[in-house]
């Protein structure tokens, strides 16, 4: 076996024996026994607590992480920068105040979240995509922190003394939820295996590529709104979830490679088994309350990203 395929199926087996202990372990918690006794109709009693609370929470964290790990991926492939990210660069806070904002002043209507995320995460990309930024890597990331500071700040001020009523996080999740975003991030994550070749090809320099007729511009647009696409359905169902983008895929070049028909499958598998391990962590380390993802995961991710820039430095962050 080659270490690629080790590494899918070391990351396959972790998936399926973390779902199994977050099927189990809760306010109440349930052995393998009773679990089997759940799927096979001879315990009722626990049906609800299995199928309707918790596998629920186990489905979207498995498709949210997988798609913020791509989206990550695919973010640092576009601006050549190991340290690029949907939540660092300020699209997802983008997005979290355009759901606030239209929140307060529009009717409710079909997809509201979504489509105001993604409203949002266009904003922040208009502002953040020109010419300088995407040539120089640490400018990219001072003006996206910057962004994300700037738009977290206004929510905190339209918020103040305002119940809005928004449902973020994990806790509480129903299934009509879940099947919008399993459906809609699956379409995503197809586009994402379909457009990795796209990745590869921008590790050229732009005059490189244009000398043999590759449409470079069109290339990153497209993987930009792919970006935005991934990021706006993840915000809108669970609200922001930092640094995924960035701790999956600099893990994963360190063990499957550098090639993106090979690190977006194994990003998307990682990141989902990731935010999985995450998530059952807030819910059980505090019984009978819980931590929610986000804060776990910039604990987390926070240090993360400062080792990465001591280790690598501002010239060792453009990614290949």
Same mark, same amino acid.
Not at 59 to 85: E, K, T
Not at 90 to 112: D, K, R
Not at 190 to 206: E, G, Q, R, S, T
Not at 292 to 308: D, E, K, M, Q
């Given at each position: ?20 202990? !977050? ?18 109709? %001879? ?13 629920? @929470? #186990? ?15 695919? !973010?640092?492939?576009?601006? @050549?920068?190991? &340290? ?37 995460? +266009? ?30 700040? &206004? ?27 399993? #459906? ?42 792919? +970006? $935005? ?6 915000? !809108? ?8 983008? $960035? $701790? ?12 993106? %028909? ?23 380390? $505090? ?22 820039? %001591? @280790? ?7 990614? @290949?």
């Amino acid at each position: 076996m080659t270490k690629e395929s080790i590494a899918y199926s070391l990351v396959c087996v972790f998936i399926l024996i973390t779902t199994i202990i !977050s099927l189990m372990v809760g306010t109440t918690f349930i052995s393998v026994q009773q679990l089997w006794q759940v799927f096979s109709a %001879q315990r009722p009693d626990l049906l609800a607590t299995v199928l309707d609370f918790r596998l629920p @929470r #186990i489905v979207a964290a498995l498709i949210a992480g997988g798609m913020l790990a791509s989206a990550g991926a695919l !973010s640092q492939a576009v601006f @050549r920068n190991r &340290l690029a990210d949907p939540t660092i660069l300020g699209v997802t806070s983008a997005g979290e105040l355009m759901m606030l904002l239209g929140g307060m002043i529009l009717p409710a209507f079909g997809l509201q979240k979504f489509m105001l995320a993604l409203i949002g995460g +266009v904003i922040a990309f208009a502002l953040l995509a020109n010419r300088q930024t995407m040539q120089h890597p640490y400018q990219l990331i001072i003006v996206g922190v910057a962004l994300n500071l700037t738009f977290t700040g &206004l929510q905190q001020l339209f918020t103040k003394g305002i119940n809005v009523g928004n449902n973020i996080g994990f806790n509480g999740l129903t299934w009509s939820t879940v099947w919008v975003l399993l #459906i809609s991030g699956c379409i995503g994550l197809v586009a994402v295996l379909l457009l990795a070749p796209w990745a590869n090809d921008l590790k050229l320099p732009d005059d490189q590529l244009a000398t043999v007729g590759v449409p470079v511009l069109a290339m990153r647009l497209g993987l930009l709104a792919l +970006v $935005i696409y991934l990021s706006a359905d993840v915000t !809108s169902a669970v609200g922001t979830l930092p640094f995924i983008g $960035i $701790i999956v895929p600099n893990i994963a070049r360190r063990i499957v490679g550098y090639d993106y %028909q090979t690190l977006l499958p194994f990003s998307m598998l990682s990141g989902g088994w990731l935010l999985l391990v995450i998530d059952t962590i807030g819910r059980t380390v $505090i019984l009978p309350s819980e931590i929610s993802a986000a804060v776990l995961l910039a604990v987390i991710g926070g240090p993360f990203l400062v080792y990465l820039v %001591q @280790r690598e430095g501002f010239h060792g962050i453009t990614s @290949r």
